[in-house]
């Protein structure tokens, strides 16, 4: 009779889980141990001082000594003798020395039962920690045990042949009717479902990017059009036609940095140059630039004296606040206030901020504002390419970072961007 693998397993995890235990067990009593022993030699020494100070009025070290004797065969003396073998103090020791042991005896035992809760607790704590490992452990042995015929492999082959393209969207995914091949069928599942959300997104990125190239360039043929019937003629429609032709050649060519940018960062192409970057300076020097740049709005600067050191990418992180700030100064009205800031935003975590008293965003639409080429029917009228947020949480997501974003309509939005201190590479 065959032992169930799942039992076995779970005494696996029970004698690991036990090793764990009693390896802390043992470091506890040995910290305990040596702990006592301090506080004993302590003690001893503590009294022996005390008798000598008692009895001679003073503790000197250079012209006597000091040892321990028994006498009698059982009692134990503290002695102090001058350099010519003179007595100058006997006094018992034996009485004190085991009241000091037996307290930190006593000492030790509470100590122990101090750590019964906590027994408890641990065992609770590492059953929980290897909870994971023990259920991959049961996945990889029930696949190691699995033995497929001949008939077995060509079910799995001809299923995968007569999946359609849209396989999933009748909610009717893989099937073998077959117990034995229930693991592989549900991985197979998960990972065609995984390959379809991944095309799906593919293709919608491919046709919005053709949707907002398509503008530009049609812009672009219609003035060459025009140009090419009256521009030679007229110098006014000459004039207007090529100031169109370059802002859209422009703003397609922001637009395709802006692919080349999130296509290079989806493989993986694009890495952070981590260093050591001061929030309080990089927000600083975003805002000097924006008031150069912009003079239709004011910027404000609110930033802690002390610095705020993060391990970062200054170029991406920058690029990102950047972002933010644009977009905050495009949809705020001439003259109104931007704030920029830096902080604390718990134990571990920074903040950087953008805050600006415009159009806002309506409670609905936040949830979507990171998603690519996304526009609010508010803004829609106003120049952009609906990427600069996406791109903006691509670099925060590489610094396992993220957004809080609060926002009233006409009232103003105030984006944070969360950071932790320290950022894996």
């Known amino acids: 009779m065959s032992s169930n693998p799942k039992s076995s397993e779970q005494k696996k995890m029970t004698s690991i889980t036990r090793e764990l235990h009693w390896y802390w067990i043992r470091r506890k009593l040995l910290r305990f141990l040596l702990t006592d022993l301090a506080f004993f030699i302590l003690a ?3 009294w022996c001082a005390d008798q000598e100070y ?9 012209n006597s000594r000091r040892l321990f004797s028994l006498l009698n065969g059982h009692d134990l003396f503290y002695m102090v003798t001058s350099p010519d073998g003179a007595v100058l103090l006997q006094v018992s020791a034996t009485i004190p020395f085991l009241v000091i042991l037996t307290v930190a005896g006593g000492i030790f035992l509470l100590q122990l039962i101090g750590q019964l809760p906590a027994y408890f607790r ?9 909870s994971p490992i023990n259920e991959v452990a049961l996945k990889a042995d029930e696949l190691s045990r699995l033995s497929f015929s001949e008939g077995k492999y060509e079910e799995i082959e001809k299923a995968l042949e007569n999946i359609q393209p849209d396989w999933y969207a009748e909610n009717q995914p ?15 599942n998960n990972l065609l479902l995984r390959m379809r959300d991944a095309y799906r997104q593919q293709a919608r990125f491919v046709n919005d ?23 030679k003629s007229d110098p006014q429609i000459l004039e207007e036609g090529i100031a169109a032709i370059k802002n859209e050649a422009d703003q397609m060519n922001h637009l395709v940095e802006q ?4 296509a290079r960062g989806d493989s993986g192409k694009t890495t952070l140059e981590l260093a050591e970057v001061n929030l309080c300076d990089l927000i600083r020097e975003v805002c000097e630039e924006s008031s150069m740049i912009d003079e239709a709005h004011s910027y404000h600067l609110r930033v802690p004296e002390q610095p705020i050191v993060v391990t970062a990418d ?11 700030t644009d977009n905050a100064a495009k949809y705020t009205n001439t003259g109104d206030e931007i704030i920029l800031s830096a902080g604390v935003a718990g134990a571990g975590e920074y903040y950087l901020q953008v805050q600006d008293t415009g159009v806002g965003i309506a409670g609905s639409e936040i949830p979507h504002i990171f998603e690519r080429f996304y526009r609010s029917d508010e803004v829609r009228s106003s120049a952009g390419t609906g990427l600069g ?19 009233r309509p006409q009232l103003g939005t105030r984006i944070r961007i969360i950071l932790p201190e320290q950022v894996a590479s």
Not at 392 to 402: E, L
């Open 259 to 262: 692919l080349l940018f999130l």
């Open 54 to 62: 008692s009895a001679l009025g003073t503790i000197s070290l250079e």
């Open 209 to 231: 990017a053709s949707h907002e190239l398509r503008t530009p360039i049609a812009v672009i043929q219609g003035y060459a059009n025009l140009l090419d019937r009256w521009g």
């Open 389 to 407: 947020l996406s791109i903006a949480k691509w670099v925060v997501d590489k610094h396992n970072g993220r957004f809080e974003v609060l926002s």
């Open 314 to 324: 200054p170029g991406l992180l920058k690029q990102a606040v950047r972002i933010l």
């Open 174 to 188: 893989l099937s073998f009717q077959d117990s034995d091949l229930s693991g592989v069928e549900a991985a197979m």
């Open 122 to 130: 641990e065992d609770r704590k590492i059953r929980r920690i290897l």
């Open 44 to 46: 001893c020494v503590g």
